[in-house]
């Protein structure tokens, strides 16, 4: 979301290609758990210590792509994690939620 809005206010054209790389590192030994109480899941740790994913998204089809690019960009880290997945509908909870200012 901060991205979409800095682009927007630097003048880019809304049909320019916008690429997000995420890093995450320092895995090994973490483990993953649900941070709400209304997702059940089973504790899953990992061996791996790092991954990166990568998208290339329009900057002007950024909040109708958000839900997909957020999955996009987080579910190789959580394969990491005996290969855990997440359905859509989980995805779409969180980042609607998160773009009222709910962190769940």
């Given at each position: 979301?901060?991205?979409?809005?800095?682009?927007?206010?630097?003048?880019?054209?809304?049909?320019?290609?916008?690429?997000v790389?995420?890093?995450?590192?320092?895995?090994?030994?973490?483990?993953?758990?649900?941070?709400?109480?209304?997702?059940?899941?089973?504790?899953?740790?990992?061996?791996?210590?790092?991954?990166?994913?990568?998208?290339?998204?329009?900057?002007?089809?950024m909040?109708?792509?958000?839900?997909?690019?957020?999955?996009?960009?987080?579910?190789?880290?959580?394969?990491?994690?005996?290969?855990?997945?997440?359905?859509?509908?989980?995805?779409?909870d969180?980042?609607?939620?998160?773009?009222?200012?709910?962190?769940?």
């Amino acid at each position: 979301m901060f991205l979409e809005s800095l682009y927007t206010k630097f003048g880019a054209p809304q049909d320019a290609r916008v690429g997000v790389r995420m890093n995450h590192r320092g895995l090994a030994g973490r483990e993953l758990s649900a941070a709400s109480s209304s997702r059940q899941i089973s504790p899953r740790s990992t061996l791996e210590n790092e991954v990166q994913s990568e998208i290339s998204t329009v900057l002007g089809t950024m909040n109708e792509s958000r839900v997909e690019d957020v999955r996009k960009l987080l579910s190789p880290m959580f394969r990491l994690f005996d290969f855990q997945e997440f359905h859509e509908r989980v995805y779409e909870d969180i980042v609607r939620k998160f773009e009222q200012g709910i962190v769940t």
